[in-house]
């Protein structure tokens, strides 16, 4: 049984950092893509970065200052985010996919097969 669980959220003063870590269990991490996605009241859910088959790829408003990595050794994801911006307070999800190329098309539009709960981030002073 997949399960994908978040954690590492909090409340953190613009300019900070926080790193989010996604536990995976129930299946390889190196044959699935994996995606960290977030949602802010009232708004769409966005995609924000994706590792999956020697591919990685971030949305624009995050590009050089989130980065998303994993250790397959430990069956985890992480994302560093820096320069964090009032912005960027959402719930932050990890997703799953079983096709490994997932971050190669358009996974910012279909989603991912599996999704944790959620942690949330608050950027604020």
């Known amino acids: 049984q997949v399960q994908l669980v978040e954690s590492g959220g909090g409340l953190v003063q613009p300019g900070g950092s926080l790193r989010l870590s996604c536990a995976a269990s129930g299946f390889t991490l190196g044959y699935y893509a994996i995606g960290w996605f977030r949602q802010a009241p009232g708004k769409e859910r966005e995609g924000v970065a994706c590792i999956g088959s020697n591919k990685l790829d971030y949305a624009d408003s995050v590009k050089g200052r989130f980065t998303i990595s994993e250790d397959n050794a430990k069956n985890m994801v992480y994302l560093e985010m820096n320069s964090l911006k009032p912005e960027d307070t959402a719930a932050y999800y990890c997703?799953?996919?079983?096709?490994?190329?997932?971050?190669?098309?358009?996974?910012?539009?279909?989603?991912?097969?599996?999704w944790g709960e959620g942690t949330q981030v608050t950027v604020s002073s």
């Open positions: 997703a799953a996919d079983k096709n490994p190329f997932r971050c190669h098309g358009s996974w910012r539009i279909y989603g991912m097969d599996y």
